[in-house]
């Protein structure tokens, strides 16, 4: 078991009463749980994501935390919360990395591998 891990993993769902498609406006929730899957303590400190629309327009949000919060874990424990994203198209996809800071001071980053917004019936 590696001593620094933390594992993402991420469930979306389109916001269909908070979209307006007439004006390419496409709303997404995004649910993430964060697991310490690592043998020491550490707390999360900031977010880095990217965001990418189906025309290749990049958006990168950078900040402190995840919805106001800087959740220390210990081993096994963690964390989840919802957030969302607005998109000019139909599809998108979201990727990045959380920057953690574990209770021995070393820091590492966690992944967050690449997920797909879409509209339910889109892709085929």
């Known amino acids: 078991m590696a001593a620094y891990e933390m594992t993402v993993t991420v469930r979306t769902q389109y916001l269909e009463d908070q979209s307006d498609p007439d004006r390419s406006r496409f709303v997404f929730a995004y649910a993430v749980t964060?697991?310490?899957?690592?043998?020491?303590a550490a707390q999360l400190i900031s977010r880095h994501w990217v965001i990418t629309d189906a025309n290749d327009h990049v958006d990168q949000v950078r900040g402190l935390g995840v919805v106001g919060h800087q959740p220390l874990l210990q081993p096994g424990e963690q964390f989840e919360y919802?957030?969302?994203?607005?998109?000019?198209?139909?599809?998108?996809?979201?990727r990045g990395e959380y920057f953690c800071v574990a209770e021995d001071g070393e820091q590492f980053e966690a992944k967050i591998a690449e997920f797909v917004l879409s509209l339910p019936r889109t892709l085929h």
């Open 34 to 40: 964060i697991k310490n899957t690592g043998s020491v």
């Open 82 to 94: 919802t957030s969302g994203s607005t998109l000019t198209t139909p599809q998108g996809t979201m």
